[in-house]
């Protein structure tokens, strides 16, 4: 049962909407009570359509009935009625709750991050223009109100009825039991993608192993050669890490969903469920990421090329997990950016993404040349003839003009309600001219507030 | 702003509901607490989009565990219709199917699995047959709803004969899914003596008792229908709320229990009708000074299955193809196609967009191929002085507020200085280029339709001085309680938290129209200021033997006294007025209506005066876009609109700014993709996309038209909810603008509406060839 449904049926709290059941509209949002980065415990804005209730355990949740104290209203409720936040009404509880999440959060500190921290709430009425006025207002103000959230309690549950059952072991011996007695079980950490098959399929799913109980999933550290990544990493937790570490990775990331999405959706999940148009692969794939795979008799690494072998399928076995990811350090001569394009800027899934490296040598020549692209077939591919055109040769506006021609021999894309195969074959073309351009000063630029499109020009790059 | 010290009238006032809304405390009708017993009601459908229904077998649904019952058209005591004005359009399919899932079985289970399980187990063998899914498919196959419809004046051959610039093309306009957060939903409760009350999310409750009562085979008096509040109309609950309301009705007769129907996103997205896709072709003729001279045009728009409201819309669009322009030789025919998709319905605008994207389309084309200043040829085209002052359906247009509004938002928006920066910048960059734009709108107000505008009232006074407010109108979030309450408040001269607007129910105010065509305060403030005059008279002789034997002509009610105009110290306290008119056994209920007064068109002909009067507005759009991928960023939109003297200008604001940007996204990124079987691709907001938090331009900068207030409506107000939508059509003539700037002078751009960025892209690279 998802925690949606189990507040508006169970417990009469109707203050939380059901606008999609996909987490696409954020009518539902509620704020858990998370770990932060610094170790002390934090809000969290959830779509709670994508919660089941087993992931719970151990957490402290707030629905926006418990915002009003007495006849006192919490500031996020005061500026959203002051600035005319509201008009039919229905997207308002969920907009509060992240509203809620934004005051107490420190680091909102750029325009674009108040639009990240806002986009998975759709609102068909108001424009958004007061909404954001009124975010504004109370955005990082940590106001004194009692509010304290509970420090995470362990999560290791395990929960069987009406013939379904949910486990989460607290450590990796508990696992491969789990595993060795129940090998058809299914794993979930986030579910975001998982739970889907529930509220949308109406699926009963009779066996799922949350890896959420292993902290060490979810450890980011990093040597001199390269960076671990966790599986069970946040997208928001890899958000904040990558914006210093790997800038490339982190313009993916800026657009890879709502916060609310990025609070529960992890990397491993993002890799598991090998989705062609997922937005991790083509990234990591083009800084060169290993996959560390665990079963019960040891580790084994693979490419993380290697590691989708078909259409949402991938190299791991039965009873084997992926642990981490292993991203190499970017050398300070290679050139890298990725690149989405979808419908809409936020708060969408891509037409098109692609992650680029390329390193030159002291003479210019290229040396290095990962062009991973996602959304041109079945899985995420490197563009292999577009990479030989360009290995071995000056890094210049002529020959990547060659590797860019060479991207039609390398794929043959389809068309659907995203994009026709016309657009996508020139679109990925044109990311690679646009991804010329955009490097020639500043080789990793970040992506500026105001950028027009995924690819920025020089011009726009100089100027932030 | 006017003044009116102890008025809540003309202030800015919050939403009525604002608190309530963000404490979570407002109820929709799901949000209710299951009532005793409360089963809930699915809909079972074909999986063909076009058939004839071979045989229906529900023997096995009816085993399903927690099934209560399992209905078909056999099981409807009355008309098996809910077509609100032609009846073509039956609740459960009998014979045909006519799009891809309309309901032939309903299921009344104990919850929603058990519902879930009984819609799956229904078998509904269809003999299928190609289903029509385009308009030109229909245009092909002669597939109508409607005869041809026509409004011409002078002679639009000679003129096009003779025009220095002629051309002909076609213009395509998209559909646009309502996305209310608020799905369809009602709750019916049978009641003793086969009686039925029906909680409903609509903006049309008469017309929902109306069809519950056809198909139940009652009186309408059998039947109330009650709106607590909308989570968003934007006209998807004008006329479809009904089918949804009249299964639970059914239900709740047929099982003697509480029946909820509530659909979900997918549901109301795959089952529910949109705005109406149209195709237009053309052939039009300017001056070479950019003088409109003749335009001929043929609309026509996909109404989906059945008639639903379409030939009103279709009659709108017509009537809005001239937008601001005069036209001395035009001929305006529209037709509605009749394709296997959900029935199209009333979407904000209710057809004046798209008849306002024709008309902006050719001037924009024009430009393009003459390169004339967009700006000027729109202004040259204005209507004027007579003979430029007549309609294409003979109305004249008076009190013409395009001018000045033009005038004054070239200056506040920097038009002028803005304009040679976007050339500026365009000399400079090759990957994007800059467009900027300014349009204007003019929409006319009534209900084509014109026994409609009518309106009513219920006011009741309680002896302690407080008020409950009843009126004819539905809160979909468009502020209309909040108007009312204004209004009421102002009339009594009561505090306004002294005054309840009540949710809106059929046993209040009968025979209501729909809270539609922006006429919402227009009509329903006139018949709530009506029944307050009523109660205002009753009182006054009381409030003046109270005074000492005032004059009743010299009493002003205000901020909850009353008191001598002259002599402001002599006061009575309103409660205890109420008080006293108890004792003296005064009415102190009073119902209030309102007609509007010389409204009529003849259809046939094509000629009449359709519109009270019209709304005026502009906006100025400046994009930026990328000739690599086809997106593109609105970097500032500037807007004046016509609201004559708001009655709630905070509220006002927030209607303009909610309709620019739900134009923007039917302009832009919402895009409906049907598949050749009639099934919808885009059917959640996975992959239909309204615009999100950062689609809204960090420089919005929105004014309301000063000193300009109104004759003969309400306060001297003008109608809002719709007319400000079509402002975004200035986002795609700043589009199209940027487009030019990738080519040669002289090139018509090649772009439909919606503008993706796939289709901008691609406008791009056909203008450099």
Same mark, same amino acid.
């Given at each position: 049962m998802t925690l949606l449904r189990y507040l508006r049926d169970r417990k009469q709290l109707t203050g939380t909407k059901e606008g999609c059941a996909e987490g696409d509209c954020g009518a539902c949002s509620v704020a858990i009570a998370e770990l932060g980065a610094d170790g002390q415990p934090v809000w969290r804005s959830v779509n709670s359509c994508l919660v089941m209730l087993p992931m719970l355990q151990g957490k402290h949740v707030l629905t926006v009935e418990a915002l009003k104290q007495g006849e006192a209203y919490h500031p996020a409720q005061v500026s959203m009625t002051k600035a005319l936040g509201s008009q039919c009404g229905y997207c308002t509880p969920g907009i509060v709750m992240s509203m809620f999440e934004a005051t107490y959060r420190k680091d909102l500190d750029a325009p674009w991050k108040l639009d990240d921290q806002l986009c998975g709430n759709l609102c068909r009425c108001t424009g958004y223009r007061p909404i954001r006025d009124a975010a504004e207002e109370v955005a990082g103000t940590c106001p004194n109100d009692g509010f304290t959230p509970a420090k995470p309690e362990s999560m290791e549950l395990a929960y069987e009825a009406h013939g379904q059952r949910f486990v989460t072991p607290g450590t990796f011996e508990a696992l491969w039991q789990e595993l060795d007695a129940h090998p058809d079980a299914r794993f979930v950490v986030g579910g975001t993608d998982l739970c889907l098959e529930v509220t949308k399929k109406f699926a009963v799913i009779p066996k799922l192993v949350s890896l959420e109980g292993l902290t060490e999933l979810k450890q980011v550290s990093e040597t001199d050669a390269f960076f671990r990544i966790g599986s069970g990493v946040s997208i928001a937790e890899l958000e904040t890490f990558s914006a210093t570490r790997l800038p490339s990775l982190h313009r993916m990331v800026r657009y890879f969903a709502a916060r609310q999405i990025k609070h529960r959706g992890t990397v491993g999940g993002n890799l598991c469920t090998a989705s062609p148009i997922g937005d991790l692969p083509p990234a990591l794939i083009s800084l060169g990421a290993t996959a560390v795979i665990r079963g019960r008799g040891g580790e084994r690494r693979v490419l993380l090329e290697q590691f989708f072998v078909g259409y949402r399928k991938t190299a791991l076995a039965t009873k084997e997990l992926l642990v981490a990811v292993e991203v190499p350090r970017p050398a300070s001569s290679a050139r890298a950016v990725c690149y989405k394009v979808s419908? *809409? *800027?936020?708060l969408d899934i891509s037409t098109v993404s692609a992650g680029f490296y390329v390193d030159t040598d002291g003479e210019g020549v290229v040396t290095v040349a990962r062009l991973a692209y996602g959304g041109m077939a079945a899985t995420t591919l490197r563009a292999a003839g577009a990479e030989a055109a360009l290995v071995g040769k000056a890094w210049s506006a002529q020959n990547v003009a060659l590797a860019a021609k060479a991207l039609a021999t390398d794929f043959t894309p389809l068309s659907d309600h995203r994009g026709s195969a016309a657009y996508r074959s020139l679109v990925a073309a044109n990311l690679l001219r646009g991804f010329f351009d955009e490097t020639l000063e500043v080789r990793q630029p970040p992506l500026g507030s105001q950028h027009v499109a995924t690819v920025q020009s020089a011009e726009e790059v100089r100027h932030g | 702003m006017v003044e009116n010290p102890g %008025?809540?009238? #003309?202030q800015p006032l919050l939403h009525e509901s604002a608190q309530r809304h963000a404490s979570g405390e407002a109820k929709y009708v799901d949000d209710f607490p299951a009532p005793a017993g409360m089963l809930v009601a699915q809909a079972a459908g074909g %999986? #063909?989009? /076009?058939? /004839?229904?071979r045989s229906v077998d529900i023997s096995k649904a009816k085993l399903v565990p927690g099934v209560v019952a399992v209905l078909t058209a056999r099981d409807i005591p009355g008309q098996n219709n809910v077509g609100p004005v032609i009846h073509d359009e039956e609740l459960l399919a009998s014979q045909q199917v006519h799009f891809l899932g309309q309901p032939v079985v309903l299921v009344v289970a104990e919850s929603l699995e058990a519902c879930r399980a009984g819609v799956a187990a229904v078998k509904i063998d269809l003999e299928a047959s190609a289903p029509i899914v385009t308009i030109e498919q229909a245009i092909a196959a002669g597939s109508w709803l409607s005869d041809e419809h026509r409004m011409q004046r002078g002679d639009v051959g000679a003129a096009l004969a003779t025009a220095d610039v002629r051309f002909q093309g076609e213009v395509r306009t998209g559909g646009q899914d309502h996305f209310y957060l608020e799905t369809q939903v009602t709750l019916a409760i049978p009641e003793e003596n086969r009686a039925l009350k029906l909680y409903c999310s609509t903006q049309h409750p008469s017309e929902v008792q109306a069809i519950v009562a056809h198909v139940l085979h009652c009186g309408r008096h059998q039947v109330v229908v009650e709106v607590p509040r909308m989570g968003g109309g934007f006209g998807g609950k004008e006329t479809q709320a009904a089918p949804w309301a009249a299964m639970a009705a059914l239900a709740a007769l047929k099982t003697g229990r509480p029946v909820k129907v509530w659909l979900n996103r997918d549901q109301d997205m795959l089952l529910t009708g949109k705005r109406h896709p149209f195709l237009t072709k053309f052939d039009v003729g300017f001056s070479k000074d950019g003088t409109l001279v003749g335009l001929d045009a043929q609309l026509v728009s996909d109404g989906g299955f059945s008639n639903d409201l379409s030939r009103a819309i279709l009659d709108r669009a017509l009537f809005h193809s001239d937008n601001g322009y005069f036209l001395p030789h035009v001929r305006l025919t529209g037709r509605v196609a009749k394709t296997n998709l959900p029935s199209n319905t009333a979407f904000r605008g209710f057809g004046g967009p798209q008849g306002m994207a024709l008309i902006e389309d050719l001037i924009s084309r024009f430009c393009e191929r003459t390169g004339l200043d967009p700006v000027e040829v729109r202004r040259k085209n204005f209507y004027g002085a007579a003979p430029r002052n007549l309609t294409p359906y003979w109305q004249e247009v008076k009190d013409n507020r395009l001018p000045r509004i033009f005038d004054e938002l070239l200056a506040s928006s920097d038009y002028t200085k803005r304009r040679a920066e976007v050339a500026a910048f365009n000399a400079k960059s090759t990957s994007s280029k800059r467009g900027l734009a300014l349009t204007p709108v003019k929409f006319g107000i009534s209900f084509t339709t014109g026994f409609l505008n009518q309106a009513g009232a219920l006011v009741v006074l309680y002896a302690d001085g407080t008020v409950q407010l009843n009126h004819g109108g539905t809160e979909m979030g468009q502020g209309l309680h909040t108007k009312m309450l204004a209004i009421c408040a102002h009339e009594l001269g009561v505090l306004p938290e002294n005054v309840r607007v009540m949710n809106t129910s059929t046993e209040k105010v009968p025979n209501t129209s729909a809270t539609a065509a922006s006429s919402g305060a227009d009509l329903n403030g006139q018949a709530v200021k009506n029944a307050c005059e009523t109660l205002r008279s009753r009182l006054a002789p009381i409030a003046a033997r109270l005074l000492g034997g005032a004059d009743e002509r010299e009493l002003v009610f205000r901020g909850g006294h009353v008191f001598l105009g002259e002599h402001p110290e002599q006061w009575v306290a309103f409660d205890a007025l109420t008080s006293e008119a108890h004792l003296a056994q005064v009415s102190m209920s009073a119902t209030g209506f309102y007609r509007t007064p010389d409204i009529t068109f003849d259809r046939n002909s094509g000629r009449g005066k359709p519109f009270h009067y019209f709304a005026y507005g502009a906006a100025v759009c400046e994009v930026e876009l990328s000739a690599l991928t086809g997106e593109h960023r609105l970097r500032r939109v500037d807007i004046l609109h016509d609201v004559g003297n708001s009655l709630a200008p905070t509220i006002d604001r927030g209607q303009i700014e909610g309709a620019f940007i739900q134009g923007v996204g039917w302009l832009t990124s919402e895009e409906l993709r049907f598949d050749a079987q009639g099934f919808l691709r885009t059917h959640s907001p996975d992959t239909y996309k309204i615009p999100a938090f950062g689609d809204a331009p960090r420089e919005f900068h929105v004014a309301l038209l000063q000193n300009a207030a109104q004759y003969d409506v309400v306060h001297g107000s003008k109608a809002v909810g719709e007319p400000p939508l079509m402002l975004a059509l200035a986002v795609v003539a700043a589009l199209r603008d940027a487009v030019t700037a990738f080519g040669p002078k002289g090139r018509e751009v090649k772009l439909d509406m919606p503008c993706t960025a796939e289709a901008l892209l691609f406008a791009v690279e056909a203008q450099r060839q």
């Open positions: 419908k *809409r *800027r936020e | %008025s809540p009238l #003309h %999986s #063909h989009a /076009r058939g /004839r229904i």
